[in-house]
């Protein structure tokens, strides 16, 4: 596959004829929608060749909640090694507290296609935040942690699941030890049963950088503990911060640099971001607020705005300003040319393979390019 910038007067039908490929292979590869305008910018993802088995394995899995759409999730399913249902939480006592939605027809649906269906375990309290006093409570009293571990193993045998993902945040530094412990601890009453045990881990770039997101991640500890690991590889551009790139690839390098030295390469699966954000400018720390935005829906704005997409050479991503009602707007977002180049990271370090966070939102590029570039693993 070939990526394509537009260019000033370009239009689907001349992009297809200079390529000898029909025009309906660029409408499906681009999800175009009638009457199929670009951006000037926008990057298209065309298929000008043979078909040919990619060299490079690669794990993929996807993050998704109870309520996604099935005919997205079904979409989606052929391109994932592994569903990770979010979430199921769980009290101070180590009572595992499920979905408030049914996910039967995620796992049902995950199962049939040979993907491996994850309960996703997270502290989040009853207003759907991050709670670590949760954390604290279970990883530091026996009799809970072991009331939570016997809970884990009979849900996943009860419903179908294959695997457990521990997505823990603003663990306190006190709990840097205990929280590895539990980890493992997790790792080993599960598989002996053939599960298998990853841990999500927050983006450091050394092991004394500061900050709750990251002191209670020990990256030496949980890359032992855990079977594999999830980098989370995105919100430099966030909801509270200045606009920039979700997943600049000089950042996202340096935590995979950091990673490395201290986890097996081959347990490591990089964050990828499935979503962008729009900005008002002026940004106003502490007031402004940025909305998300798919990827498709970001360049609908750029051409409803008729202008420009732009794209920043360090960060390695699309974005774009625009006015609308005397009030000016910025947007970051993803494309095929910022996706290839965190793809690249892959074979560059010997990673094991991706987590997209998340997978709600079907975004038919992103899908072809990872097909066309790694032989993605199934169980």
Do not use: C
């Amino acid at each position: 596959m070939e990526i394509y910038v537009v260019k000033p007067g370009d239009t689907v039908d001349s992009i297809a004829e200079s390529y000898g490929i029909p025009v309906s292979s660029v409408i499906y590869n681009n999800q175009l929608v009638y009457p199929y305008s670009l951006a000037v910018g926008q990057a298209l993802l065309l298929s000008v060749g043979e078909d040919s088995e990619p060299s490079y394995p690669a794990w993929v899995n996807g993050y998704a909640y109870p309520f996604i759409q099935q005919d997205v999730l079904n979409e989606t399913l052929p391109y994932l090694s592994s569903l990770s249902v979010f979430s199921y939480g769980f009290t101070t006592e180590g009572d595992l507290i499920p979905p408030t939605l049914d996910d039967s027809f995620m796992i049902n649906a995950a199962l049939t296609e040979g993907v491996r269906p994850v309960l996703t375990l997270t502290p989040l309290d009853s207003n759907g935040n991050f709670n670590n006093f949760l954390i604290t409570s279970v990883v530091n009293d026996q009799a809970a942690k072991d009331n939570l571990l016997n809970n884990l193993l009979v849900t996943v045998q009860e419903r179908g699941f294959q695997g457990v993902d521990i997505d823990f945040e603003y663990i306190r530094p006190e709990d840097r030890i205990p929280f590895a412990d539990f980890v493992a601890d997790v790792r080993n009453f599960l598989s002996p049963y053939g599960y298998h045990v990853s841990v999500a881990l927050a983006p450091k770039t050394s092991d004394t950088q500061a900050g709750l997101l990251y002191e209670g991640k020990d990256y030496a500890l949980l890359g032992e503990a855990a079977d594999s690991v999830l980098l989370m590889t995105y919100e430099w551009g966030y909801t509270y911060g200045p606009p920039m790139a979700v997943a600049p690839v000089n950042k996202v390098r340096q935590v995979v640099e950091y990673a490395v030295t201290r986890i097996n390469p081959a347990k490591i699966d990089l964050g990828i971001p499935n979503y962008g954000y729009e900005w008002t400018l002026p940004f106003v720390q502490g007031s402004s607020r940025a909305t998300t935005v798919s990827n498709q829906e970001a360049v609908r704005i750029a051409i409803e705005a008729g202008v420009p997409i732009q794209f920043d050479e360090v960060a390695m991503s699309p974005f774009f300003q625009y006015e609308k009602d005397g009030q000016l707007h910025e947007v970051w977002f993803e494309d095929v040319r910022s996706y290839r180049e965190k793809f690249s990271l892959l074979p560059t370090y010997g990673l094991r393979g991706m987590g997209y966070w998340q997978i709600m939102r079907f975004f038919r590029p992103n899908w072809l390019l990872l097909a066309d570039t790694f032989r993605i693993q199934k169980d």
